[in-house]
């Protein structure tokens, strides 16, 4: 971790001491206060660039928020509006100045483009994108929608004419559902220098950071239960089976660490390995998620699926999360066209190294 990163994750450990979060699942809300002060805190523009009005950190100083700012259980936006919305919004120079957006990826089936002679010669959104997260919590939605000449960035008012959001919630009671836009006016549009690709990548590296966090913090809850609960008169953590349960839980957890780590390094320094290490870190984050939650939940007993217990926070987070920007099967489709199709060499891609050229004396 930076010195950067970790100035970060001391400053959002700071808020978090001051600001409460919520314990109960599903919520009542986002954490309204806590999204607040990240925002007046210059937490939720990191690495959007400086000509964009943000702060000009870099990926891994944005995650690291992240990371803390999950494993504490808050309910925010920041993965859809710090680590996409914004980022799509800067890198096209707009800055989203004093409110919450979501994202969305626009279907060429499901989305068509009008361009009108109206004066302001705006954009025209008709159709419909699907599964946005904070869709009724948010203020506008970033869209990257398909144009005759590439995709483009449009910013769409939320609350504007033309705009009807469906009022849905997924597994951890988080807004969730389509955007229908009929004859919706954007109030800006640019050309985009990313593809929906690029955004399915980085949402799969931001969720495997979130997955990694939460599975932490399972861990740590039922250690800590594992610990202080006493039955036939000795803590549970004194039994084999638990020490057992437990010691997978804990590799589980740390190769979900380990594995977003690799892969959030590769992104800001290996453009090269990037998709490699992001499909990695994808695929064993969303393949041990369900299992750490259920050995947390195996172990709390009764207690933890309570609507008040700091359990349910994560370990449903953990259910949501693993499907989102791609499930573990069809990142590793990734990883296997890489080889079969891409020619990679597998040594490479597990190793994240160039393997080692034969020397002649090997080679007799």
Do not use: C
Not at 115 to 129: E, P, Q, S
Not at 215 to 239: C, M, N
Not at 251 to 280: F, I, K, L, Q, W
């Amino acid at each position: 971790m930076s010195d950067m990163a970790a100035e970060l994750v001391a400053a959002t450990t700071s808020i978090l001491d001051r600001v409460p979060v919520g314990a109960e699942t599903p919520p009542t809300s986002i954490d309204t206060e806590l999204w607040t002060a990240l925002a007046d805190s210059g937490f939720t523009d990191l690495d959007v660039p400086d000509d964009a009005d943000g702060q000009g950190a870099d990926l891994e100083d944005a995650l690291a928020v992240l990371s803390t700012v999950t494993a504490a259980g808050a309910i925010t936006p920041y993965v859809e509006h710090a680590l996409l919305a914004s980022w799509l919004a800067g890198a096209v120079g707009h800055p989203l100045e004093g409110i919450t957006a979501t994202i969305a990826v626009a279907d060429a089936v499901d989305s068509r483009l009008d361009r009108t002679a109206d004066g302001a010669n705006r954009l025209i959104l008709n159709g419909i994108v699907s599964d946005v997260v904070h869709a009724t919590s948010a203020d506008s939605v970033v869209v990257l929608v398909p144009g005759s000449d590439g995709p483009l960035v449009a910013i769409v008012d939320l609350r504007g004419p033309g705009v009807n959001v469906a009022d849905g919630t997924d597994l951890l009671g988080v807004s969730f559902g389509d955007i229908r836009f009929d004859k919706a006016v954007a109030d800006f549009d640019a050309d985009s220098p990313f593809e929906a690709a690029d955004v399915r990548l980085r949402g799969a590296l931001a969720y495997s950071t979130a997955l990694a966090a939460a599975a932490r913090t399972v861990h740590d809850l039922t250690v800590q239960y594992a610990s202080e609960r006493i039955q036939f008169g000795r803590p549970l953590a004194k039994f084999q089976a638990i020490q057992q349960r437990l010691a997978v839980m804990a590799a589980r957890t740390t190769m979900m660490e380990t594995a977003t780590r690799v892969a959030a390094e590769a992104t800001s320094h290996d453009p090269g390995g990037a998709r490699a290490a992001v499909a990695a870190a994808k695929v064993v984050t969303s393949a041990y998620a369900d299992e750490v939650a259920a050995a947390g939940h195996q172990i709390h007993g009764a207690i933890g699926f309570t609507a008040e217990h700091r359990l349910g926070r994560s370990t449903t987070a953990l259910w949501t999360w693993r499907d989102r920007h791609g499930t573990e099967a069809e990142w590793a489709d990734v990883l296997a066209e890489q080889v079969l199709d891409g020619g990679a060499d597998p040594w490479d891609i597990i190793t994240g190294t160039e393997a080692p050229e034969a020397s002649p004396e090997s080679a007799r």
